[in-house]
């Protein structure tokens, strides 16, 4: 069964950091692509960011491009967004996601969700 659990998620003041975690198990961490997503109020969820299986390849959006970073540990099968110069647009849950496939920014493309973890950046 196949678990992805976000931490991390919290307030914090325009410009300031944050960084989520995502703890798999289940899965070979690996051998999957992982994703960030993140959906605001009445809003549908958009892509953020993703890695592949090798980390030899990220995608950001490019709302978050220059501020975001993704990376991943393998060997402690954790997912994580460092998040600088956060601006209240960014607002919203965030989830991580997984695929058995190559890296897309297609949210119907990852198999597997976590729960998300909430983000809020006040101005």
């Known amino acids: 069964q196949v678990q992805l659990v976000e931490s991390g998620g919290g307030l914090v003041q325009a410009g300031g950091s944050l960084r989520l975690s995502c703890a798999g198990s289940?899965?070979?961490?690996?051998?999957?692509?992982m994703g960030w997503f993140r959906q605001a109020p009445g809003k549908e969820r958009q892509f953020v960011a993703a890695i592949a299986w090798s980390s030899s390849f990220t995608s950001y959006a490019d709302s978050v491009k220059g501020r975001f970073t993704i990376s991943r540990d393998s060997a402690k099968n954790t997912l994580y967004l460092q998040m600088n110069s956060l601006k209240p647009e960014d607002t919203a849950v965030y989830y991580c996601a997984a695929r058995p496939g190559p890296v897309t920014t297609t949210r119907d493309d990852y198999a597997y969700w976590g729960q998300g973890t909430q983000v809020t950046v006040s101005s």
């Open positions: 289940g899965l070979t961490f690996s051998s999957v692509t």
